[in-house]
Structure formats: structure tokens, C-alpha cells
């Protein structure tokens, strides 16, 4: 089934330019031959993971060959043409896509031993490392107002991830120093705003909960003053059965954006976020061996149990396109808005890059934002 997910990318890819199409079949022509920052950062992971390198450089060279971000241009920013490169809808730099460009540039260079892909990510990390504002640690999102004083927990999660990922690979030396600094400050910020979507933002976001578990145990064990394994596996088991309690739609396997509680008060239905759901399914098999080695088995039994069945759900959503299997974001029946603030979701019947590459993570059992490459503590 990977690689059937796998071919739905090929569908998608401009022919030229080799970039992907984010919502190839939407309702919504603003949405038309749109590529966002954060979708080609995970389609170029998914062909990395495959071996499909000449396909990955398409995507990764796309994001090396720009210069590093300034506050008069729109390099890297959230979304782009297909088939031009150019910026596409909103103008705006935002953390959160260019962390997960770093982290598919530097998993190119992995692969390909192309170090040129790797000096480009410690660039780019180094980049918003001097010029992006920071709060007690964190970061803001990014450089233009609004986002210059919103802070979001997922975005320092995914820079944090991308951190973790560079320090293993520089040597030793002042780059070093400052980025093992960087991160821990992001980490202790992380530590005070942990559960909330944003800075004093009572929102429960799904994907704030997922990414602390998808940076894998290792990161915590290494970064926080837990204790122990026993300790850690406390606290994992509390923020696993918070996600159960908070997201996990009625009457589905799988899970929504938000709690009921938000869900509510914007107006709308509980759905199955299919990208989402497969995040969670992803952050449930890291945490799997690390739950085994502690001699639980019966709770990592149970983990695997609630991946299987959100991952089967997800698929009982699928689509055929082009003769491979796409991924909608949602199985909402018409677009929702996810938050007061955010963009329409789309609905069940659009096909989505952003959950047919997690469906592929998910599928293969790969975890891109972890160091160790087979998940283990």
C-alpha cells in the first residue's frame, strides 16, 4: 500500500517544474495549481524514504536554490504556482514549513550524501535562529505582522525537531555551541506551554499533543529532566489517554482537529482529520519499542491496537486517483473551518498531498522528525 500512496505523487507533480499540487481536485479555485511550503517539504520526504531521489530533487532543490528569507521578498513562502515557483496566495514567512524544509533537506543529504542539502538546512535553521523574534526561548511564527507576535507551539515543535536533527551531523565548534543552545531554549519554552495551541491560547489542537510525541522518546530523555524511563513512560501514558479524551471523533476511529469544546463553539461537526489521524497512528508506533523495552508490552500492544484502527479508518476514506490512493484532509462532507482563525478544511471528496504523505509515513512506519531512523530509544 506504500508505494500505491507513493504513485498518487506522481499524479500531482508538475511535469516541469516538479512540483506538487496540494489539493489538486478542490471545489476552491483560489486552491488551483497551488503548492504550500509544508506539503512539498513532506512530498520530498516520502520520495526520500522510497529511494526516489531524482524525484526528492526536484522539491529539495526547489527549496535550496532560493536564498535565505528576507523580510522584503517572499522566498519560502507558505504556498507557490506549480508551475511558475512563484508565490501563491498569502505573502508570508512562517517558522513551521521552513523547519519541515530543513528537515527534508537534511534527510535528502542523509540519503544522497550530498552535504551541499545539509549545509542549506543549517543555513535556513540558522537563519530564523538570528533574525526571527523570540519570547522566552520560543520563537514566533514568523516575520510580518500578525505573526511576528503569535507564538504556536506545533511551529517550535517542528523547529525543535529540525534542530535536534542538524546537531547530530555538525561538528564540533561555535555553529554547534549556538544551536545546542537554541534548542534548549526552545525546549524549555515548549516545557511551560505544554497542551496549548499558542502563547495564553486555551485552544486543545490536536496536532500541539501529536508533536510531542513524535519528536520520540530519546527527545525527552535527553532534553527534559524526567527522571527516568519509568517517569517518561508516566508522562506518555497521561498524554496519550488526553488525546484519546480530547480528539478522538464520535463514532469514528479516528481523530478531530480540535476538542468537542472548540469544536462547538466555532459551530461545526466533529470529523476525522485524515492527516491528523495519522499523525497520531506515526507518534503511536515511536512510542511502541519504547513501551516494550520497559517490559509493557501490554501498552504498547494497546498502541499499535489504536493505529491499526485509526490507520484503517483513514483508508476506508481513501480515493482512487489516477490509479493510486489519495488521501482527503478530511471526511467531512463539506469544507469546515478548523478554528475561528484558520482556513477552510477541505472536504472528503478532494484528494489532499498533505494526507496521502503521512498516510505513507504511516503505512511504512517511518517517523521523519525523529534522530534515530528506526524509532527506538
Not at 531521489?53 to 528569507?69: D, Y
Request: charged content about 20%.
Amino acid at each position: 500500500m506504500a508505494h500505491i500512496l507513493y504513485k498518487y505523487l506522481h499524479t500531482v507533480r508538475h511535469p516541469t517544474t516538479g512540483l506538487l499540487e496540494s489539493f489538486p481536485h478542490s471545489a476552491d479555485p483560489k486552491l488551483h495549481h497551488v503548492a504550500f511550503t509544508y506539503d512539498l517539504a513532506l512530498a520530498s520526504l516520502v520520495f526520500t524514504h522510497h529511494g526516489s531521489l531524482e524525484e526528492a530533487s526536484s522539491t529539495v532543490g526547489f527549496f535550496r536554490a532560493m536564498p535565505l528569507p528576507t523580510p522584503a521578498t517572499a522566498d519560502y513562502n507558505t504556498a507557490y504556482h506549480v508551475d511558475s515557483g512563484l508565490p501563491a496566495l498569502e505573502r508570508a514567512f512562517q517558522v513551521g514549513p521552513l523547519a519541515w524544509a530543513s528537515v527534508a533537506l537534511m534527510r535528502y543529504a542523509e540519503a544522497t550524501k550530498q552535504m551541499i542539502y545539509f549545509d542549506k538546512a543549517l543555513r535556513l535553521l540558522d537563519w530564523v535562529r538570528r533574525h526571527v523574534d523570540h519570547v522566552d526561548g520560543g520563537v514566533v511564527m514568523g516575520t510580518q505582522v500578525p505573526w511576528t507576535w503569535r507564538m504556536s507551539v506545533e511551529n517550535n515543535w517542528a523547529y525543535y525537531a529540525a534542530l535536534r536533527i542538524a546537531i547530530r551531523a555538525i561538528p564540533d565548534g561555535s555553529w554547534r555551541e549556538d544551536f545546542v543552545k537554541e534548542k534548549a531554549n526552545v525546549r524549555r519554552w515548549l516545557l511551560r506551554h505544554e497542551g496549548c495551541r499558542g502563547h495564553n491560547d486555551s485552544v486543545k489542537a490536536l496536532d500541539v499533543f501529536t508533536n510531542a510525541l513524535l519528536v520520540g522518546p530519546e527527545a525527552h530523555l535527553e532534553d527534559v529532566t524526567m527522571g527516568d524511563r519509568q517517569a517518561l513512560a508516566m508522562w506518555a501514558k497521561d498524554w496519550v489517554e488526553q488525546i484519546e479524551a480530547f480528539f478522538r471523533a464520535p463514532n469514528t476511529p479516528g481523530y478531530d482537529y480540535t476538542d468537542a469544546n472548540e469544536a462547538q463553539r466555532i459551530g461545526r461537526d466533529r470529523v476525522m482529520w485524515l492527516e491528523g489521524t495519522e499523525q497520531v497512528v506515526v507518534a503511536y508506533q515511536t512510542w511502541a519499542p519504547f513501551f516494550e523495552a520497559l517490559n509493557d508490552p501490554t501498552f504498547a500492544h494497546e498502541l499499535l491496537r489504536r493505529a491499526s484502527l485509526a490507520h484503517a479508518g483513514v483508508m476506508r476514506c481513501s480515493l482512487l486517483v489516477g490509479n493510486a490512493v489519495a488521501i482527503p484532509n478530511t471526511d467531512a462532507p463539506e469544507p469546515i473551518k478548523t478554528f475561528t482563525d484558520g482556513w477552510y478544511a477541505r472536504p472528503d471528496t478532494e484528494p489532499a498531498l498533505n494526507g496521502t504523505t503521512w498516510t505513507y509515513f504511516a503505512e511504512a512506519g517511518y517517523n521523519p522528525l525523529t534522530t534515530f531512523r528506526n524509532n527506538s530509544p
